[in-house]
């Protein structure tokens, strides 16, 4: 194996886990998915119209849930444009299904097919229907085409997934980029805090509040993140210029910035704000795409590329693998340092605002033990805690192993205080299966 | 009548690290109440024997004796349970602790386990009393002044009973006034039976305090006798009488004018009032023991450590230089003393090493050009002959002599004006040192301005033009090197 490839591995190791895990979800959320969209109903359409030479005639039978008569409606369009002629339309239980074929049966003519869900097209008065009705002919009890399908692979649940780790991805990125160094940085829960309470009292107070334009909301939003990027520039020059260790200083921002959200927004949620502001917390305009989603995606690609790419990512590493060589290569250490911990403001700023859309409100209660996710999800994705490795792209796996783990037990329905013992012992074995992976140094 | 067997006698001691024989079947006896002198240059195994003493190695061969009974150490606490206490160089006390607990760490006074600190504290003070000075037993270690902290080291020595201590370059931070009340400790020693081997590179004191010398060289005791029967020089010829056996490569000297000069350096006590000038094409030495101001003296020019006072002129141009950018922004280059912890980020791959200081030239509008990059140090790796499997190679892989390639590689690509070399070869084997040394002298050939800082004085006489000899932060004196000149010469300068 090329070194080359396995350079590749061993940077993007918990790749593995990650696929291993949705697999394993996948197999656990393994179903009967039965489909009821237009498609299915097409689907049908088209066999029944094969079957007959003449215009088919059709009874439509579903239960009478909503859903179910959204799938009545399809087949009822479907049949029409196929060419058949729908008899009758049943919603609800057996029963009017059986005084529809005696009504049917009475009035003389035959069926062709009876255009059934999985469900309807297994009631006993379908099965039965041969003896029952002999003068409607044999009827086709056409039902949609059922697939096995994993819960946890459909795309709802897969957007899903990364709509709700869209936040912590994107302040891991910030997170990332200091740990690189060899700092941490706890205040990133509090700063996503200030920033969402910031943001909505910008807009209530100063943009307008439920009236406020986009450029209003927006310039809210933005002061909000340059207002948490200040506290990262704050901690960085207390780290860099006073030698203070980032775990002290950024443990002391995490507590006055989270008094400082609970002072602004006077211990409520702030919520006088337009409908419109969730447009990048719930919107998708992009190939059905959730706004926030893409937004990471974004921020990812281009973090990635500043890491590996860029002299400003070179200096990141170096300093985090040996500061003092470093400096006597020149490497302007101070003003590297600042950078990470204000970048690290800066983007838990942006996670507060996102928060903020997505809940359409600012609360001092946000980000609540986030920085621990997020240090999670870098940790997981292969950085080391000790500095001077670790990939960008590897936290964003570490988030969705995170995400991916959250979601499938969901979907397993696992309680969730035993969920949280569950990501704890999957964040050390992530851990340690990295450690035991890499030779030792 | 048969003579009582010395106090301690070590025959035939050879000790081997991976690379290096350290000890070379070393020979040394004491007697009861001597003290003795240990000598030697760097490198000479002195710090080896004296842990090999320390139980802190164990010696590969040879035997060792306390009144005439073998013994062999396992561990320190054997060194100590057989009354041997080492004093190092470098202080063991932890900062935070208080005289007491530091003296007895390891050995507390303990009734079912807790820690009896009245009689600790009652001990310490008796311990304090009987070396004739006070010392606050409260304050932690931090806060007491180096000579206090000597004294806590010699009680904690004296703590046990021990019946010989080592003391390990005691004088290097005391001021005379302090130096002059370890010697009457030290006399107060000697009265009570006890014997001290005192390792020293300064030769008054040696002479003022020592019974006895014995010399090491290259890992071996080359002599020893009565302090009375010896005088300076020849102490000096014992330490440094060896052959050049090493090749250096000639080299047409070609000196022009001078590129750097400093002036009236200062730092502390480490470096005090240096002054020299580096011409173009020429190579300059700075010689001298370890702790005598060489590596300091380079930092400080390269803007590492903040100066107290001083200039720096290239080309007759003063620099304000106060950090290592500045400095490798005029020109200047450092390759430092301990390449891994300061020389290389170990874990980045080589190429990243090398483009580190050169990122600059390497990059347009903030973003690397990796092609360019890989060129670049591609040129080097086939001029310097670097061998590496690929250029994503971790340093930290590579061998030392080849991790000093990347290092020059890194400073080469800058076209540094000015080149520092602190301990060029050291820990490189001797293929790769010759290749250093052409390296060197095609820079000088070049027209660079050369300071190389080398603790092997044949190393110096090989390669230098001029020799700047430092003492205890200062120049002590200049030399001009040419077929005459004598490592005595160097070393009668190095222990002023």
């Known amino acids: 194996m090329s070194a080359a490839l396995r350079r590749l591995l061993s940077d993007y190791g918990m790749l593995a886990v990650l696929l291993l895990l949705g697999l394993v979800f996948s197999g656990l959320t393994l179903e009967e998915q039965s489909s009821r969209g237009d498609a299915a109903a097409r689907r049908m359409a088209a066999s029944i119209r094969r079957d007959s030479p003449e215009r088919p005639r059709v009874l439509v039978a579903v239960r009478g849930t909503p859903e179910d008569g959204l799938f009545a409606e399809s087949l009822r369009r479907e049949l029409?444009?196929?060419?058949?002629?729908?008899?009758?339309?049943?919603?609800?239980?057996?029963?009017?299904?059986?005084?529809?074929?005696?009504?049917?049966?009475?009035?003389?003519?035959?069926?062709?097919?009876?255009a059934a869900t999985q469900t309807t097209g297994s009631w006993l008065v379908f099965s039965e229907l041969a003896t029952d009705f002999p003068a409607l002919g044999t009827p086709r009890i056409v039902v949609p085409t059922s697939r096995r399908w994993p819960n946890f692979l459909k795309s709802d649940n897969l957007l899903n997934i990364a709509n709700q780790i869209a936040v912590i991805a994107i302040m891991a990125i910030g997170m990332t980029m200091v740990i690189i160094t060899g700092g941490i940085d706890l205040s990133v829960g509090s700063l996503a805090a200030l920033s969402a309470v910031l943001a909505a009292r910008l807009v209530r107070d100063h943009a307008g509040g439920v009236e406020a334009s986009a450029g209003g909301m927006l310039a809210a939003c933005l002061g909000a993140i340059a207002v948490c990027g200040l506290v990262g520039g704050l901690s960085g020059t207390l780290i860099t210029l006073c030698g203070i260790p980032p775990f002290i200083v950024t443990l002391a921002m995490m507590l006055v910035a989270s008094g400082l959200a609970y002072i602004a927004s006077a211990g409520q949620s702030i919520y006088q704000i337009p409908e419109s502001f969730v447009w990048l917390g719930r919107g998708s305009d992009l190939f059905g795409l959730p706004n926030a989603v893409v937004l990471m995606v974004v921020?990812?690609?281009?973090?990635?590329?500043?890491?590996?790419?860029?002299?400003?990512?070179?200096?990141?590493?170096?300093?985090?693998?040996?500061?003092?060589?470093?400096?006597?290569?020149?490497?302007?250490?101070?003003?590297?340092?600042?950078?990470?911990?204000?970048?690290?403001?800066?983007?838990?700023?942006?996670?507060g605002v996102i928060m903020a859309?997505?809940?359409?409100?600012?609360?001092?209660?946000?980000?609540?033990?986030?920085?621990?996710?997020?240090?999670?999800?870098?940790?997981?994705?292969?950085?080391?805690?000790?500095?001077?490795?670790?990939?960008?792209?590897?936290?964003?796996?570490?988030?969705?192993?995170?995400?991916?783990?959250?979601?499938?037990?969901?979907?397993?329905?696992?309680?969730?205080?035993?969920?949280?013992?569950?990501?704890?012992?999957?964040?050390?074995?992530?851990?340690?299966?990295?450690?035991?992976?890499?030779?030792?140094s | 009548m048969t003579a009582a067997p010395p106090l301690l006698a070590m025959a035939g001691i050879e000790k081997a690290f991976p690379g290096v024989r350290a000890l070379r079947g070393v020979d040394l006896e004491l007697a009861a109440g001597e003290v003795l002198a240990l000598l030697g240059e760097n490198g000479a195994g002195k710090s080896t024997l004296i842990k090999v003493l320390g139980g802190a190695h164990a010696a590969d061969a040879g035997s060792l004796a306390i009144d005439g009974r073998p013994t062999a150490f396992r561990s320190p606490q054997d060194a100590r349970a057989a009354g041997i206490a080492v004093i190092h160089q470098e202080f063991t006390l932890v900062p935070g602790l208080t005289p007491p607990e530091n003296i007895f760490l390891g050995q507390e006074t303990a009734r079912a386990g807790f820690v009896d600190r009245g009689a600790e504290r009652r001990r310490?003070?008796?311990?304090?009393?009987?070396?004739?000075?006070?010392?606050?037993?409260?304050?932690?270690?931090?806060?007491?002044?180096?000579?206090?902290?000597?004294?806590?080291?010699?009680?904690?020595?004296?703590?046990?009973?021990?019946?010989?201590?080592?003391?390990?370059?005691?004088?290097?931070?005391?001021?005379?006034?302090?130096?002059?009340?370890?010697?009457?400790?030290?006399?107060?020693?000697?009265?009570?039976?006890?014997?001290?081997?005192?390792?020293?590179?300064?030769?008054?004191?040696?002479?003022?305090?020592?019974?006895?010398?014995?010399?090491?060289?290259?890992?071996?005791?080359?002599?020893?006798?009565?302090?009375?029967?010896?005088?300076?020089?020849?102490?000096?010829?014992?330490?440094?009488?060896?052959?050049?056996?090493?090749?250096?490569?000639?080299?047409?000297?070609?000196?022009?004018?001078?590129?750097?000069?400093?002036?009236?350096?200062?730092?502390?006590?480490?470096?005090?009032?240096?002054?020299?000038?580096?011409?173009a094409g020429e190579i300059l030495a700075l010689a001298g023991l370890v702790g005598a101001g060489r590596t300091e003296t380079l930092r400080l020019i390269f803007g590492a450590d903040r100066r107290d006072s001083g200039d720096i002129l290239l080309d007759g141009r003063r620099l304000d230089i106060r950090s290592p950018r500045d400095a490798i922004a005029a020109g200047i280059g450092l390759l430092t003393e301990d390449r891994k912890l300061e020389g290389l980020v170990l874990g980045r791959s080589v190429r990243e090493n090398f483009a580190l200081p050169n990122l600059g030239r390497l990059s347009r509008l903030g973003f690397v050009e990796a092609g360019r990059e890989r060129r670049a140090f591609g040129r080097h790796v086939d001029q310097l002959r670097i061998k590496v499997p690929h250029q994503e190679e971790r340093a930290r892989n590579l061998s030392g002599g080849n991790q000093q390639k990347v290092v020059l590689a890194k400073w080469l690509e800058r076209n540094c004006e000015v080149l520092f070399f602190d301990e060029p070869t050291r820990g490189i084997d001797v293929g790769a040192r010759h290749e250093i040394y052409l390296l060197m002298n095609d820079l000088a050939a070049r027209g660079k301005a050369i300071v190389m800082v080398s603790s092997e004085l044949p190393e110096v006489l090989g390669m230098a033009d001029r020799i700047l000899v430092l003492h205890d932060g200062r120049v002590t004196g200049e030399i001009a090197n040419g077929p005459g000149v004598t490592q005595e010469q160097i070393m009668q300068l190095a222990v002023a």
């Open chain 1, 80 to 114: 029409d444009t196929a060419g058949a002629e729908v008899v009758d339309v049943v919603q609800g239980e057996p029963q009017a299904a059986r005084a529809a074929l005696e009504k049917i049966a009475q009035a003389g003519g035959r069926l062709d097919a009876v």
């Open chain 1, 299 to 351: 921020l990812y690609g281009l973090a990635h590329v500043l890491m590996s790419r860029t002299t400003l990512g070179r200096y990141l590493y170096a300093v985090g693998g040996n500061r003092e060589a470093a400096r006597l290569s020149g490497v302007p250490v101070r003003r590297v340092l600042l950078f990470a911990y204000v970048a690290s403001g800066l983007l838990a700023g942006l996670g």
């Open chain 1, 357 to 440: 859309s997505q809940l359409k409100s600012g609360s001092p209660t946000y980000g609540t033990m986030y920085e621990l996710y997020v240090i999670a999800a870098v940790v997981v994705g292969g950085t080391a805690l000790a500095g001077g490795e670790g990939k960008i792209l590897g936290t964003l796996i570490g988030a969705f192993i995170i995400a991916v783990i959250q979601n499938g037990m969901n979907l397993t329905n696992i309680e969730s205080y035993t969920q949280k013992v569950v990501l704890g012992l999957v964040i050390l074995a992530a851990v340690l299966a990295d450690r035991l992976r890499r030779p030792a």
């Open chain 2, 124 to 279: 310490a003070a008796d311990l304090f009393a009987r070396l004739g000075v006070t010392i606050d037993l409260d304050a932690p270690c931090s806060r007491l002044s180096t000579a206090q902290q000597q004294l806590v080291e010699i009680a904690k020595a004296l703590a046990f009973e021990p019946r010989i201590i080592v003391m390990d370059e005691p004088t290097a931070a005391l001021t005379p006034a302090e130096v002059a009340r370890l010697f009457e400790i030290i006399g107060e020693l000697k009265s009570r039976g006890i014997a001290v081997i005192y390792v020293s590179h300064r030769l008054e004191e040696i002479f003022t305090i020592a019974d006895r010398v014995v010399v090491l060289r290259d890992g071996r005791n080359v002599g020893g006798a009565p302090i009375d029967r010896l005088d300076r020089t020849g102490l000096i010829a014992l330490m440094v009488g060896r052959d050049l056996a090493d090749e250096y490569p000639r080299r047409q000297v070609a000196v022009g004018p001078p590129r750097l000069a400093v002036r009236g350096l200062c730092r502390g006590r480490a470096v005090r009032d240096v002054s020299f000038e580096v011409h």
